[in-house]
């Protein structure tokens, strides 16, 4: 019998919103996004899964949300807000999981009805996953509070869980329904995260739009004493390169090609090898200073344009080494990113500020030098 | 800042093979689907995860599959061939999804590897369940071996695996890499799972394809009897139906709209009434026969033609009541309905022979009338 052949394709939209203090009774964004969303006669639910973190910061935040949405006659909001716990712990724990399916199970949330998470991006990974494996896929709401999840994570299509501490190694590619930018959220992190969210930014700008890294170059200082202003601007060219670069590849990643992971393969490793202690954002900084300086070894970008990226890091006060970097941890991460993408290796790296290129390997014995380099430079600032 | 837009579109393919005796070493069809597939230099790995009723039918099935991948080039078997449990209960077992993930690490099966499931719609959901949230997502290839997993869910885009009790409330849309559907794996079936598989085709034929309908009344003899070829038929058209439906429509039911799931509100419902003592397909001829009669007393659908399929259900040997049907259980299943797919309830009802039309709401008591109908038929068959 003839085989038959099964072709389609699926269209998904996202729109990420900008608005500073989402949940001011006065602030029309959140509600003309539901009113956009409203079919008559029905009432959608929202259930809200708050970062525990961002309620400490911000301590009205829960009395803000019931406000918002008292009263209104389009959507029912779960009176039972959701308070987890944030940071990368909360992606390694299994219970956590099930207390949110147990959540969207006993509240009745529907396939029509909205997840809302709030928080950085561990929190949105995994309430991502939750809301992506029940009834099949429940809508879910974004809003990212830390730079890194503004700028990069939080906008994006994947989420994830780890796994008997294997990063990510359970998760799915589900596009959000909407994401919600709020500066306001930026002003109490602390500076580490403040620092780290700006290390996709330098990413995205280096592979991608030279301009953006003058224009971080140019705005080192700002960025470094957090102005607001400029950080808002960084987030949003940041959000803008990434969700073109989604929408112009290849969104669930089927191939093997993962462009935007330049700096990623050893970040991923040693995030893991310090037990999290080293930031992604601060790992990412660091994976950056390797791959640029291999690209710089490799002939493929000047050391001039090498030194510029580092300066930019310093002065943003990256540090650009961590003693985990030495003995074969990170080296080991190399193979476990091929895992990972599946089959072939493939590793962006520079020829030009603004220019990436990939490769299908890597020498170890080269990168055991630069990652001397960034040893000495430690010790002795260049 | 202004709002940022995204939208992008993921295209989907696979194709379905028919092909007899799959694992002789003499059929191409496996093999040249992989060479198809292969990345020169890269060798793909297979892990085999079997239903167990399948290796019990056909006890040198383990041994054929390996003997078909020993000595290929361009894959590597996992030697490892897993064996869980099929059925319902299998679904219902967090254990076996541990199991899965667990063996998909352990073996380093990355995103460019194959999980094949060989087994009925259960083994299959789970598997593909496992696949789905694996990386991210592992190529999977579904060997379906059931009348109703080769002509519906084995051909499809879902998985799922049950929450307590909860039928496929943890799953997700994730199309297969490739089906093969091998008409071996049907000459061991029960009389039972043969006869069940055909409910489905009456479904399609229903809604769409008067044609389809009338063949299945020329040969429900020859089906009834078990001929093989007529078989090899009716799920090769059944299958051919659904696939246009799910590329047509809504692949992934980002909207209410279910029109495939006509006669399954109920169904669904009976099935977990009865503990799945009562089977998917058997539990959906139920539900034809109840929502056929239901269009019939709302005038759609003539007396003539509501009798033609009930009378093709019961030459099939198709029992058209159940006890279960009885109380306010399945009344109750309306509105599960309704919340599985999100909001507003939409049921597919019948105005002829090959012609769905969706309404959106039921009348108990009417429904209470065509269950006391089926219940007096059951006892004086027409």
Chains 1, 2 share one sequence.
């Not at 280096?206 to 960084?234: G, P, V």
């Not at 961590?322 to 290796?345: I, M, S, T, Y």
């Not at 493939?346 to 001397?372: N, P, Y």
Request: with cysteine.
């Amino acid at each position: 019998m003839n085989t038959l052949h099964q072709s389609f394709s699926v269209r998904f939209t996202y729109d990420v919103y900008f608005s500073d203090r989402l949940f001011e009774t006065s602030n029309p964004t959140f509600l003309n996004f539901l009113k956009k969303n409203h079919s008559e006669g029905f009432r959608k639910k929202l259930l809200f899964i708050l970062d525990e973190g961002v309620t400490i910061g911000h301590p009205d935040l829960l009395d803000e949300i019931k406000a918002y949405f008292a009263n209104l006659s389009i959507v029912d909001l779960v009176p039972d807000l959701i308070v987890i716990p944030g940071g990368e712990g909360a992606k390694n724990d299994p219970a956590l999981v099930e207390q949110l399916v147990d959540a969207i199970d006993r509240h009745g949330i529907d396939r029509h009805s909205y997840v809302v998470a709030v928080g950085g991006g561990s929190v949105l990974d995994l309430v991502g996953y939750v809301a992506a494996i029940s009834h099949r896929g429940i809508r879910h709401i974004r809003i990212p509070t830390t730079v890194l999840s503004q700028n990069d994570s939080g906008i994006g299509v994947k989420n994830g869980v780890n796994y008997r501490g294997k990063k990510n190694f359970l998760g799915s590619f589900a596009p959000p329904t909407a994401v919600f930018n709020d500066p306001k959220f930026l002003t109490t992190l602390d500076d580490r995260d403040w620092r780290a969210g700006i290390s996709e930014a330098i990413k995205v700008a280096l592979i991608k739009d030279q301009a953006f890294f003058e224009w971080m170059e140019a705005n080192a200082e700002k960025l470094a004493t957090r102005d607001l202003n400029a950080m808002q601007y960084l987030i949003h060219r940041c959000a803008e390169l990434h969700l073109n670069h989604i929408a112009s590849g290849d969104p669930f990643e089927m191939g093997s090609s993962r462009p935007l992971d330049f700096g990623h393969w050893s970040a991923h490793k040693l995030e893991q090898l310090t037990d999290f202690e080293v930031r992604h954002g601060e790992a990412v900084a660091i994976g950056i200073a390797l791959d640029s300086l291999y690209s710089q070894r490799l002939g493929w970008l000047s050391e001039a344009d090498a030194n510029r990226i580092l300066n930019l890091e310093r002065a943003l006060g990256f540090s650009l080494f961590h003693p985990a970097l030495e003995g074969d941890g990170v080296l080991k991460g190399l193979n476990e990113f091929r895992e990972h993408l599946g089959g072939q290796l493939t590793i962006m790296l520079l020829t030009a500020l603004g220019k990436g290129q990939e490769v299908h390997e890597m020498d170890l014995s080269r990168i055991r030098e630069v990652i001397g380099i960034l040893k000495e430079n430690e010790i002795q600032p260049a």
